[in-house]
């Protein structure tokens, strides 16, 4: 079973999308950027919601691109998914800095669990690296072309 972690301090969105996908995945919240990066290390996700809006990003000065960029140089093989209030821009500037696509925090829960079953579907190609370690080919599509 594929494991998501959601990362949103909007608890009710928070809530919308684990109860829209707990049936399906196995679902791992992380409170904060420290519980994160400990969530991604012990429990190696295929995907990740990220909520592009986080109040945290403001008040430590990153972002959610910088955190993505972050994420992606750590964690190869995991799935971004930005969670936007609709700001088509942010998601694709969000895209350009490593996320796989991104959703409308409004997303009703059959598309949510549409959209989050077509990225995991994703083909993920894996290259070795210098240390014999496979790491995955970024692919760089966006939910436009998914759908």
């Not at 969530?39 to 109040?55: C, F, Q, T």
């Not at 895209?95 to 669990?113: F, K, P, V």
Request: proline share 2%; aromatic share 4%.
């Amino acid at each position: 079973m594929d494991r998501i972690i959601i990362l949103n301090d909007d608890l009710e969105s928070q809530m919308r999308m684990y109860l829209a996908l707990c049936a399906s995945y196995r679902i791992d919240i992380a409170e904060n950027e420290v519980s994160l990066m400990r969530l991604l290390r012990r429990k190696r996700p295929n995907l990740l919601l990220l909520d592009a809006h986080n109040s945290r990003f403001n008040q430590n000065g990153k972002s959610a691109g910088k955190l993505i960029q972050k994420i992606k140089h750590k964690h190869k093989r995991v799935q971004i998914l930005a969670v936007t209030d609709g700001d088509e821009r942010l998601g694709c500037a969000l895209q350009e800095n490593g996320a796989d696509g991104w959703i409308d925090r409004q997303i009703d829960s059959d598309e949510l669990l549409a959209r989050v079953q077509r990225v995991l579907a994703l083909p993920r190609p894996f290259i070795f690296d210098a240390n014999g370690e496979d790491t995955e080919v970024e692919n760089g599509m966006s939910m436009s072309e998914l759908s």
